[in-house]
């Protein structure tokens, strides 16, 4: 019987809860609910009561009511209401976990929720979901359903997209916990090969490809990240938090938008985690050649005289000057020395992406010589340079990155 938590704000969403928490149990859900609320008074009895959320904060229910800041409560619960998650599955008490509410519930409840590992089913019923979910989503595994009507009674709308949502937190659960059972009774079965993760980009999936073929041949588990800001984001979070032995850092494309002010940035940590962690990591310049706008009237006026192309009707890139890619390439140089573990570039002299190569609308020798240009004036001499003379989408260089990768993790699991 698999157990899913309920994480919720009872003064003013209670009654929702309740009949969520009533259609779960319906389905052979055990139930635990959170009260995650602060101003008014609980209108359903919880398991788990404000007053322990705030103190799991490290503060006091009555202090964040009497300041009267909405936004610094919301924090609050929301750091405590992970540190009560985050118990209640290390006791082995939590196989999914759901929330419904507005943009404050939703926020408490994506704190929480990022601090469970990949996995657990998360599931989110907002009137915020059929908009812009990243800052609720992040590079977590959260499920955010838009919730049609606002969460204010039990209505026929909204009692059918509640039960909608007991359906999936109940279903996800139950196989989440049965596929545990399964692993700990058949210890044997489990997959033990070691994880890898690559980055890949539309314009470096020839060389992704071929790596990732050659590392699965190695004996490896390849986990692939797009390169779309949430995806680099995604692959540091894995690293971070130890499930992965090596990085194929193929792609490095999201160090442009960042930079420049594209859409499609992971933040100024990108290419961060792996050095940190001192994982071995093999790394290239796939795709600095372009920053990422989303349709071709959306890219900002002060670009317009820019090399812009069309890769589709959502997507326009703009290839990144020779004094952007100088700094590109001088940011790279300061990261990769900056690793504790063992770090490898790989650099494709003859184009970073597959319309960057000769004849194609990104190739510029200047831009790719200012890009070299900075990594030379950072790189630390612990940083192993190999310069090959191919584009990056050549199988010889792809080849040549998941060998050397292998031999990076080959020496590491040996020590």
Same mark, same amino acid.
């Given at each position: 019987?698999?157990?899913?938590?309920?994480?919720?704000?009872?003064?003013?969403?209670?009654?929702?809860?309740?009949?969520?928490?009533?259609?779960?149990?319906?389905?052979?859900?055990?139930?635990?609910?959170?009260?995650?609320?602060?101003?008014?008074?609980?209108?359903?009895?919880?398991?788990?009561?404000?007053?322990?959320? &705030?103190? +799991? *904060? !490290?503060?006091?229910?009555?202090?964040?009511? #009497? @300041?009267? /800041?909405?936004?610094?409560? %919301? $924090? =609050?619960?929301?750091?405590?209401?992970?540190?009560?998650?985050?118990?209640?599955?290390?006791?082995?008490?939590?196989?999914?976990?759901?929330?419904?509410?507005?943009?404050?519930?939703?926020?408490?409840?994506?704190?929480?929720?990022?601090?469970?590992?990949?996995?657990?089913?998360?599931?989110?019923?907002?009137?915020?979901?059929?908009?812009?979910?990243?800052?609720?989503?992040?590079?977590?595994?959260?499920?955010?359903?838009?919730?049609?009507?606002?969460?204010?009674?039990?209505?026929?709308?909204?009692?059918?997209?509640?039960?909608?949502?007991?359906?999936?937190?109940?279903?996800?659960?139950?196989? &989440?916990? +049965? *596929? !545990?059972?399964?692993?700990?009774?058949?210890? #044997? @079965?489990? /997959?033990?090969?070691?994880? %890898? $993760? =690559?980055?890949?980009?539309?314009?470096?999936?020839?060389?992704?490809?071929?790596?990732?073929?050659?590392?699965?041949?190695?004996?490896?588990?390849?986990?692939?990240?797009?390169?779309?800001?949430?995806?680099?984001?995604?692959?540091?979070?894995?690293?971070?938090?130890?499930?992965?032995?090596?990085?194929?850092?193929?792609?490095?494309?999201?160090?442009?938008?960042?930079?420049?002010?594209?859409?499609?940035?992971?933040?100024?940590?990108?290419?961060?985690?792996?050095?940190?962690?001192?994982?071995?990591?093999?790394?290239?310049?796939?795709?600095?050649?372009?920053?990422?706008?989303?349709?071709?009237?959306?890219?900002?006026?002060?670009?317009?005289?820019?090399?812009?192309?069309?890769?589709?009707?959502?997507?326009?890139?703009?290839?990144?000057?020779?004094?952007?890619?100088?700094?590109?390439?001088?940011?790279?140089?300061?990261?990769?020395?900056?690793?504790?573990?063992?770090?490898?570039?790989?650099?494709?002299?003859?184009?970073?992406?597959?319309?960057?190569?000769?004849?194609?609308?990104?190739?510029?020798?200047?831009?790719?010589?200012?890009?070299?240009?900075?990594?030379?004036?950072?790189?630390?001499?612990?940083?192993?340079?190999?310069?090959?003379?191919?584009?990056?989408?050549?199988?010889?260089?792809?080849?040549?990155?998941?060998?050397?990768?292998?031999?990076?993790?080959?020496?590491?699991?040996?020590?």
């Amino acid at each position: 019987m698999p157990t899913v938590i309920l994480l919720g704000t009872l003064d003013t969403k209670g009654h929702e809860y309740a009949f969520l928490r009533d259609r779960l149990r319906e389905l052979g859900a055990q139930t635990i609910l959170i009260d995650a609320g602060v101003l008014g008074t609980a209108q359903v009895a919880a398991d788990v009561t404000r007053e322990e959320v &705030a103190r +799991a *904060a !490290g503060g006091e229910l009555e202090a964040l009511a #009497a @300041a009267g /800041d909405r936004g610094a409560a %919301v $924090a =609050a619960m929301g750091r405590g209401a992970a540190e009560v998650v985050k118990r209640f599955h290390a006791e082995g008490r939590l196989d999914g976990i759901v929330s419904v509410g507005g943009s404050g519930n939703a926020s408490i409840a994506a704190r929480a929720m990022a601090a469970l590992p990949v996995g657990v089913p998360k599931l989110i019923v907002s009137t915020i979901a059929s908009g812009d979910t990243r800052p609720y989503v992040g590079a977590s595994d959260v499920t955010m359903t838009y919730s049609v009507v606002d969460i204010s009674g039990i209505n026929r709308i909204s009692e059918r997209i509640l039960t909608n949502a007991a359906g999936m937190i109940a279903g996800a659960a139950g196989a &989440a916990g +049965a *596929a !545990g059972a399964a692993g700990a009774q058949a210890p #044997a @079965a489990r /997959d033990e090969r070691l994880l %890898v $993760a =690559a980055s890949m980009f539309g314009v470096t999936t020839a060389c992704v490809t071929r790596a990732r073929e050659r590392l699965e041949e190695l004996g490896y588990e390849v986990l692939v990240f797009h390169a779309t800001g949430t995806g680099g984001e995604s692959m540091e979070a894995l690293v971070r938090d130890g499930y992965i032995a090596g990085v194929l850092d193929a792609t490095t494309t999201e160090l442009a938008d960042e930079l420049v002010g594209g859409v499609l940035s992971a933040g100024p940590h990108r290419l961060e985690a792996a050095g940190a962690a001192g994982v071995p990591q093999v790394v290239s310049l796939g795709a600095l050649d372009m920053v990422n706008f989303g349709p071709r009237e959306t890219v900002p006026p002060q670009f317009a005289d820019r090399n812009l192309y069309v890769h589709n009707p959502t997507v326009t890139l703009m290839r990144t000057t020779p004094e952007e890619c100088r700094e590109l390439g001088r940011g790279i140089g300061r990261k990769l020395s900056a690793a504790a573990g063992p770090t490898v570039l790989f650099v494709p002299l003859r184009g970073v992406s597959a319309i960057a190569v000769e004849g194609q609308p990104f190739h510029d020798a200047n831009a790719d010589a200012a890009l070299l240009e900075g990594l030379r004036e950072t790189l630390a001499p612990s940083v192993e340079v190999h310069e090959l003379e191919t584009d990056v989408n050549d199988p010889v260089f792809a080849d040549a990155m998941a060998e050397r990768l292998h031999e990076l993790v080959c020496a590491r699991v040996r020590k």
